[in-house]
């Protein structure tokens, strides 16, 4: 399947992109920075719509409309061709962002313009470009296609994990992009891995009681003649199908037992003299393989204790420590800022400390940074976990909004692990995306500097694993207040 991303950015050519930066006056790079931000996030506004029925309903009677079918033939005559971020009535494509998004065109355009490094003016006028650009590329394919809205609907929805990758730092929390989907993901996961655990527990309950059963049989006629015989052949059946069970979860072939059971008992009157003395013999052998098992079993259960409760220990450990953590930070309390929000924030955490240095008579310390301590990324990556920093970068912009004279510098570090190239790159990306979510939360981007420091400036001894938690970090500093 195409990439949509890919094939909408290869229609900005590097001809259109110059010619865009000569009537804007910006560099090329900026230019395109920026229309490759546009490009994903129309998108995933598209696929945030196509679960609202009406409200996708009348998308896709603008994306059929025949009259922009020529928009991608004359691209660049469309270059600040008009004010989308004002939801021009007499721009069609206006209408689509109005429609998409709402207020928060004006977020979108700041932090597009903060990432690329553009005027919001440009940012502006890209989107002249940029939205007929999607609208006519979707529009061809509607009716090439012979698609209904449900059929646009399921093409964008296939889309989505390339629209996401392309989606530039902060921009799918600011639009919402995935919301619940991730989630309703993680509920049919949990639900099926639920239902074959419980499946594979009744089986294995199943096929641990027939074995008990069995074995007692044995027991029970080990000093007799008969098929005795027969049961350590059913034994190890019961625990091929245990193991089957408990391992895999499979359903491997199951084969006609009526019709087995009545070739051995066939072949078992053919052959009752020959057995007859070995019958007993074999059926001591039985019950001591039996014996062996359960004492088998009985260490496998030992053993999974001990790693359980090794375990237990592990996570209650690591809980301890989190909340050691938490705890460091001691009692959140109400505090008031001058223009009347108030935050809830911990006695000793980072917005008391940077509050303090604002309203305290210390000069400004270019070696003076305060560390977040709650802000969590996954692993590897600038994709900052917003269930858990949401709190703290909420509290950090309405700082940032209440002292509206405050610039900052945000600095990103690694700890010593892997490349040293790539922690650098990894750092900077990361004080990025904070800084994006800020500005997305309001906060103008010419505020905010960033910096990645990569593996420099420890703060832990990388030797230990709480060492280097303490070095992977995001620092602010105040460069004017």
Known sequence: MVNIVDALKGYVTSELVSKAAGAFGEDASGITKAASSLIPTILGGMVNKSTDTSAFGSIFNMLQDKQNEGWMDNLGGLIGGGNLAQNDPKDIAGGLMGNLFGSKVGGIIDLVSSLAG????????LLGMVGPLVMSYLGRKIRKEGMDAFGLSKFLGGQSANIASALPAGMGDLIGFGKGIGSDARKTVSNVSS????????????????????TKHVESNSGGGGNKWLWPLLLAALAAGAFYFTKGCETPAVPDVTEQMDKVKDAAGDVAGTVGDAAGSVADAAGDAAGAVAGAAEGAVDA??????GAVDAAGNAVDAAGNAIGSLGAFFKKKLANGIELNIPENGIESQLLSFIDGGDALDANKWFNFDRLTFATGSANLDMDKSGDQLNSMAEIMKGYEGLKVKLGGYTDNT???????????????????????????????ETEGYGIAHPIGDNATPEGRAMNRRIAIKVTAK
């Not at 553009?118 to 006028?125: D, F, I, P």
């Not at 040293?420 to 905010?448: C, F, P, W």
């Open 304 to 309: 999974a204790g001990n790693v359980v409760e």
């Open 418 to 448: 892997g490349n040293e190239a790539a922690n650098l790159t990894l750092s900077q990306n990361r004080a990025d995306a904070v800084k994006a979510a800020l500005v997305a939360k309001g906060v103008a981007a010419d505020r905010i």
């Open 195 to 214: 239902s074959a655990k419980a499946a594979a527990s009744t089986a294995a309950s199943t096929v641990s009681t027939a074995a008990s059963t069995a």
């Open 118 to 125: 553009v005027k919001k003016s440009s940012s502006s006028g």
